[in-house]
């Protein structure tokens, strides 16, 4: 599960937050399951990978971070988390030319750059993207290294780029789906849609899909 720590109060109180993402963390570890931090704007990268560092070093495994390729610094920080499972995303968030690549062919040199030090690195790396181009370098560095498959997967959204998903299943890739779930979800999708605008068909579906017994 994937949760967005100023959801859980960041914005607020630091500790608010990290007790908050303790309970999930209690909720999920009886049950094997993983908990991503997700990483929000600018202003909250420095306390969201402290709030990582933190929980794995009291004895929380099963959680991990997500760097962002569109930042400057994602190289970096990508090189001092060897052997932490970590997503890796283009990032969403409009931020100040002085720390964010704007250029698409740059952000795309940076997720490749991220990648591959994270992979040098030992993390299981979690490849979160629907362009096509960087599942292809992905799949590039991976067969380089010889990864098998449980060192890694790719990550996509429910309804974006369903065929590139298949593809990737295809070519023998672990590729897990995130779904909005909560109360929340028709604002996340909302979001979702203004960020990409390629979604809608599948905000669409999806709404009518809750609105109207039998369809979907």
């Known amino acids: 599960m994937s949760v967005k ?16 993402v303790e309970r999930v963390l209690a909720a999920a570890e009886p049950t094997n399951r993983f908990v991503r931090i997700d990483m929000e704007d600018a202003t909250t990268t420095d306390d969201t990978l402290r709030l990582y560092r933190e929980l794995r070093d ?21 090189g001092e988390l060897a052997g932490a499972s970590v997503r890796i995303c283009k990032g969403i968030y409009v931020e100040s030319e002085a720390i964010q690549f704007r250029d698409d062919a740059e ?10 030090t994270l992979l040098d690195g030992g993390c299981y790396a979690a490849i979160a993207t629907h362009d096509e181009h960087l599942v292809e370098r992905s799949s590039e560095l991976i067969r380089e290294r010889g990864l098998v498959p449980e060192q890694y997967e790719f990550q ?16 023998g890739h672990r590729l897990r789906i995130y779904v909005p779930y909560g109360r929340q979800w028709y604002e996340y999708s909302l979001r979702r849609l203004k960020e990409n605008p ?5 905000v669409a579906a999806d709404t009518m899909g809750r609105l109207v017994p039998g369809r979907s």
Do not use: W
């Open 5 to 20: 720590p100023t959801a859980l109060g960041l914005k607020l109180d630091y500790d608010l937050c990290k007790r908050n």
């Open 58 to 78: 009291e004895g929380h495994p099963r959680v991990g971070p997500v760097l962002q390729a569109s930042l400057k610094r994602t190289v970096a920080d990508a």
């Open 107 to 116: 952000v795309r040199v940076s997720f490749v750059r991220t990648l591959e």
């Open 156 to 171: 996509m959204l429910l309804g974006v780029r369903p065929e590139l998903g298949d593809q990737v299943v295809a070519e």
């Open 198 to 202: 390629k979604i809608a068909g599948y």
